[in-house]
C-alpha cells in the first residue's frame, strides 16, 4: 500500500472509498484481495471508545463491608483480582481470574469458635497474609469439643456457578487426638451432608493445607451454615488450627459419607443422702460445724463483698445467693443438703450467633425485686446451639448433681417441630443424651428442660463438665425461645 493520499476536492469523493482501520489487536485477520491497491483509498484510524468490563456480580453491595472507601469508577480489575479486605480484616473478597467470579475467605475472627475466647483452650496469634497485612488465627491448646462454624449468605456468590467451601487449617508436629473431625455443610431447605475425615493421616505438618467441607449448588439469597465439629472420642487436641474458611469457585467433584456419633446411656447411680437429725436444733448445730465445700475460693469471684463474721451471717447469705463474675453467674448454698449450687446466666453461656442481632437480641429480665439481667431471646434462627461448662471442684462431694436449663416458649412460636437435643459430657468423657418435645410445652411462664445427672467425686478426682441444647437436623426456621440460663444444684 502506497503512502496515504488526502481527499484534494469534494469531486473526489466520488471516487474514492473511505475505511475505518481497527487498531491491529482488535482488527481480523483480511486476505489482500480484500482491498483494492489501485483505488485511492483514505485510511482513517479510528480509536474505538474505552469500554469498561462489566462490574463483578454484586459488588457495590460487597464494597460497602471495604476498610476504607472504595471508588468503583477507580477501582481496577488486577485490584479485585488481587483481593479486597473487609470487616476490619475479617474477611477477604476477590476476583477469581479465570472465570471472573467472586470469591471470598473469611478469616478466623469472622468464624464462630466454641471457647475460643478463653485462653486455657485457645491463642489468638498474628500471622502474616500479604508483605504488608496481618490477620488473627485461632490456635488451639487443647480441648475436648472442637467445634468451628461459619455463616454466609449466598445472595453476593456470582450465579450459575459451582462452589466449593474449605477450611484452610495448620496442623503442628505434636498434633494428637484429630483421628475423626466431622464437617458439615448445610444449605437451607436441603438436606445436610457430614463427611469424617482424620487429620492425623495429613503428612504435610507445618503447612496450611485446605480440609474441603462440600461443594453446594448455588442458591440465591439463602444463608448457607458451614460447621466443622469434632464430636466423638472426647481425646485433647493439641494443634495449631488457625481457622480460614474460603469460598471459592469449583468443578464438581468429591465424594460425601453420612456420619453419626451415638450417646452412651446415661449411667445409673444411687443417691448418696445424707442422715437427717432428729430436731432442727442438732440440725443447726451439725450445720455450723462447717463451712461449705471450697466456699473461700468461690468467693473470690464474688461481685460484692460477703460478711464471713460468722457461721450464721455468712449462710443467711449463701442461702440467698451471691452473683459472681459481673452478674454471669450466681452462687447459694442448698438448705436441705447443704451443698453448693450455681446459675450460669445466659451471658456465662456460649450461644451460636447470639452477638448477630438478626437473630437473638438480649431483653432484661427480673431475677430478682431490685436486679434485671439479660436473657438470649431467639428471633429467628434455623441453627440452634446453645453450651455450658463448668469445672465439678466447686461443686459440693459425694452429691448427686443435676443440670437444667432455664427457659421459655413465647407466644407466638414456631419451628419445633422437631425435638430439640440435650446433652451432658462428664469429666471421664461418657455422654447422656436425650431430646424433649418442646411442643408440648408450656408458654410464656420459665420452664425446666433437664440435661442430665451426675454424682461428684468424694474424692476429688473432678474436672470439667460440658452440656447442650441444640436442634439443628430438622432445617426448621424456629422463633419464640428465651434463654434465662442453666442450672447446677444438688438432686431434690
Do not use: H
Given at each position: 500500500m502506497g503512502a496515504k493520499q488526502s481527499i484534494k476536492n469534494p469531486k473526489d469523493r466520488e471516487r474514492t472509498s473511505v475505511r475505518t482501520e481497527e487498531p491491529s489487536e482488535l482488527r481480523p485477520e483480511i486476505s489482500k484481495t480484500d482491498v483494492n491497491y489501485n483505488e485511492e483509498t483514505t485510511i482513517i484510524r479510528v480509536q474505538p471508545p474505552c469500554i469498561r468490563p462489566k462490574l463483578p456480580y454484586y459488588l457495590n453491595k460487597i464494597l460497602k463491608e471495604s476498610e476504607s472507601p472504595?471508588?468503583?469508577?477507580?477501582?481496577?480489575?488486577?485490584?479485585?483480582?488481587?483481593?479486597?479486605?473487609?470487616?476490619?480484616?475479617?474477611?477477604?473478597?476477590?476476583?477469581?481470574?479465570?472465570?471472573?467470579?467472586?470469591?471470598?475467605m473469611l478469616y478466623a475472627k469472622d468464624l464462630s469458635i466454641t471457647w475460643v475466647e478463653d485462653n486455657r483452650y485457645w491463642n489468638w496469634v498474628e500471622i502474616k497474609e500479604t508483605s504488608d497485612e496481618k490477620i488473627l488465627a485461632a490456635e488451639l491448646?487443647?480441648?475436648?469439643?472442637?467445634?468451628?462454624?461459619?455463616?454466609?449468605?449466598?445472595e453476593a456468590l456470582t450465579p450459575e456457578k459451582l462452589y466449593e467451601v474449605v477450611f484452610v487449617v495448620k496442623i503442628k508436629e505434636y498434633a494428637?487426638?484429630?483421628?475423626?473431625?466431622?464437617?458439615?455443610?448445610?444449605?437451607?431447605?436441603?438436606?445436610?451432608?457430614?463427611?469424617?475425615?482424620?487429620?492425623?493421616?495429613?503428612t504435610a505438618r507445618e503447612q496450611w493445607i485446605e480440609v474441603p467441607v462440600g461443594r453446594p449448588e448455588y442458591i440465591h439469597q439463602h444463608p448457607q451454615r458451614v460447621l466443622l465439629r469434632e464430636m466423638g472420642s472426647g481425646l485433647s487436641q493439641d494443634q495449631d488450627l488457625q481457622q480460614n474458611q474460603e469460598l471459592s469457585n469449583a468443578s464438581p467433584q468429591g465424594h460425601h459419607s453420612d456420619a453419626a456419633v451415638l450417646n452412651e446411656e446415661p449411667r445409673k447411680i444411687m443417691p448418696q443422702s445424707i442422715k437427717s437429725t432428729k430436731t432442727n436444733k442438732t440440725m443447726e448445730a451439725a450445720r455450723v460445724l462447717r463451712f461449705p465445700h471450697n466456699y473461700e475460693e468461690i468467693l473470690k469471684e464474688a461481685d460484692s463483698s460477703v460478711d464471713r463474721s460468722s457461721m450464721d451471717k455468712l449462710y443467711d447469705q449463701l442461702?440467698?445467693?451471691?452473683?459472681?463474675?459481673?452478674?454471669?453467674?450466681?452462687?447459694?448454698?442448698?438448705?436441705?443438703?447443704?451443698?453448693?449450687?450455681f446459675m450460669l446466666y445466659a451471658r456465662d453461656l456460649l450461644i451460636t450467633w447470639a452477638e448477630n442481632n438478626r437473630f437473638w437480641h438480649w431483653p432484661l429480665v427480673q431475677e430478682s425485686s431490685d436486679v434485671l439481667l439479660p436473657a438470649a431471646e431467639l428471633l429467628d434462627v434455623c441453627w440452634l446451639e446453645i453450651h455450658g461448662r463448668f469445672n465439678t471442684t466447686k461443686l459440693s462431694p459425694g452429691l448427686?448433681?443435676?443440670?437444667?436449663?432455664?427457659?421459655?416458649?413465647?407466644?407466638?412460636?414456631?419451628?419445633?417441630?422437631?425435638?430439640?437435643?440435650?446433652?451432658?459430657?462428664?469429666?471421664?468423657?461418657s455422654r447422656q443424651g436425650h431430646t424433649e418435645n418442646m411442643v408440648e410445652k408450656r408458654r410464656e411462664k420459665w420452664i425446666e428442660i433437664p440435661a442430665g445427672e451426675f454424682m461428684t467425686s468424694a474424692d476429688q478426682k473432678n474436672g470439667e463438665i460440658e452440656f447442650s441444647l441444640y436442634e439443628y437436623e430438622g432445617g426448621n426456621w424456629k422463633k419464640g425461645l428465651v434463654i434465662k440460663c442453666a442450672v447446677l444444684r444438688p438432686k431434690a
Open positions: 472504595l471508588e468503583i469508577d477507580r477501582l481496577s480489575m488486577e485490584r479485585l483480582y488481587n483481593g479486597v479486605y473487609l470487616k476490619q480484616n475479617k474477611k477477604k473478597y476477590w476476583i477469581d481470574r479465570t472465570n471472573n467470579a467472586n470469591c471470598f491448646k487443647s480441648v475436648r469439643w472442637l467445634e468451628v462454624c461459619g455463616r454466609f449468605d449466598t494428637d487426638g484429630l483421628e475423626s473431625i466431622t464437617l458439615r455443610l448445610i444449605i437451607p431447605n436441603k438436606s445436610s451432608k457430614d463427611v469424617t475425615v482424620n487429620l492425623m493421616n495429613v442461702y440467698t445467693g451471691v452473683f459472681l463474675n459481673q452478674k454471669r453467674k450466681k452462687y447459694w448454698v442448698d438448705k436441705k443438703s447443704y451443698g453448693n449450687c448427686i448433681y443435676e443440670v437444667v436449663f432455664i427457659v421459655m416458649l413465647k407466644d407466638p412460636a414456631y419451628g419445633w417441630e422437631n425435638p430439640v437435643n440435650l446433652r451432658l459430657i462428664l469429666p471421664d468423657g
